[in-house]
């Protein structure tokens, strides 16, 4: 067991330096209560946006002169499974639930693949079957 133990720390430590180096993990900006009640106008941190589930984006690029311009800049494909996901984006990062209670890390630039997170059944019982709706960011906590 012991050796599992050190195998698992050592590709971990590995996994780490991999990442670290190739420069696709950001700088990790923790949430704040300020940055809940007014997000950056580029962030979507709660279901809704906003803390009053206004649910809209103020961001004024899109108009109603170039919204024929806009074309697919990138897609993911969803894990297998029950989901309907609202990603939430803080700091250039998009956080995405998935079936089974995971959640996956994008960069929203580019929809690269910035970490992965896949919940284990506890005690070898069954995995979630409900519909994976939402996560919530706060902190460094998702």
């Not at 996994?15 to 979507?44: C, H, I, R, Y």
């Amino acid at each position: 067991m012991k050796s599992r133990a050190r195998l698992f720390g050592a590709a971990t430590v590995l996994l780490l330096s991999v990442l670290v180096s190739t420069g696709q993990v950001k700088e990790f900006k923790p949430v704040t209560d300020a940055m809940l009640l007014n997000p950056d106008p580029a962030d979507w941190p709660n279901w809704r946006r906003t803390l009053n589930g206004w649910g809209y984006s103020p961001l004024k690029e899109i108009n109603s002169r170039n919204v024929h311009q806009l074309q697919l800049a990138w897609s993911w494909g969803l894990s297998p499974g029950l989901s309907q996901p609202t990603p939430l984006v803080s700091n250039g990062t998009m956080y995405v639930p998935s079936p089974g209670g995971g959640v996956q890390a994008l960069d929203a630039a580019n929809g690269d693949l910035l970490w992965e997170y896949k919940n284990a059944p506890r005690d070898g019982g069954a995995a979630r079957t409900s519909p994976m709706r939402n996560l919530a960011i706060y902190g460094d906590n998702v």
